[in-house]
């Protein structure tokens, strides 16, 4: 595509519940980053996906969390027993295949999660 | 682990002053440096990066940022700015060791720049 794309933009979900959120990088993007902003604050990072494995989860909060990108492409944060504290911007960004030339990552809108 | 430091997180300016928002970051060995601009409403845009060479790099808009190595800074400047440069900004890190590629952002400085 395009750009980056995540959907759904905008999610309002209660205390308890089980969301997902769906990043749909550029084509042909091997890495895959997701983050997480609160207001005010600068891109937390979660976890990044070279091809299909975690090469790095280590922003992960805790074991309610957890991301997939099974075929190396589109990407799936899952966040389960979501909490109020789980309020945040989530973004995602993808860059071309890592090497010379320091390739820049692209960013998607956000999805916007609300825990009430 | 590397880290980035943004020094301001608010900063209010009148057209046509000059800006330099400082960077710094913690990792001893190759970066990749970035700064990152988001204006209201809108996603994550890239000003400008540095990957090697000439240690000023330009980028969009008037824009322009200096590498240096020995005090681990990446800070940003535009010698005037203006209204529309209302946004927040953020400096980033990739730490560059056997293809490990993560990218670190910094909390952000907001800038408003009043007519």
């Known amino acids: 595509g395009a750009g980056v794309s995540q959907t759904p933009s905008n999610k309002v979900t209660e205390k308890g519940k089980y969301v997902e959120l769906r990043c749909d990088p550029i084509s042909g993007h091997t890495a895959l980053y997701w983050y997480r902003q609160s207001l005010g604050q600068g891109p937390e990072f979660l976890i990044y996906?070279?091809?299909?494995?975690?090469?790095?989860d280590s922003g992960l909060p805790n074991d309610r969390f957890f991301a997939v990108r099974p075929e190396g492409s589109v990407s799936t944060l899952k966040i389960q027993r979501t909490e109020r504290g789980d309020s945040a911007v989530y973004l995602c960004?993808?860059?071309?295949?890592?090497?010379?030339?320091?390739?820049?990552?692209?960013f998607g809108q956000g999805t916007r999660l609300t825990v009430v | 682990a590397q880290s980035v430091s943004q020094h301001n997180h608010h900063v209010i300016l009148s057209e046509a002053a000059s800006l330099e928002l400082g960077c710094n970051y913690s990792?001893?060995?190759?970066?990749?440096l970035f700064w990152y601009v988001q204006y209201p409403g809108q996603h994550l845009q890239l000003l400008l990066k540095y990957f090697s060479g000439d240690p000023l790099v330009k980028g969009i808009k008037g824009f322009e940022a200096e590498f240096i190595k020995s005090k681990f800074s990446f800070n940003l400047r535009k010698p005037s700015v203006q209204w529309s440069d209302t946004a927040e900004y953020f400096c980033a890190v990739i730490a560059r060791s056997g293809g490990y590629n993560k990218l670190i952002f910094g909390a952000g400085t907001r800038l408003a720049v009043h007519p």
């Open positions: 960004a993808s860059r071309r295949d890592p090497g010379e030339g320091a390739p820049e990552a692209f």
């Open positions: 990792y001893g060995g190759t970066v990749n």
């Open positions: 996906f070279q091809g299909t494995g975690a090469a790095d």
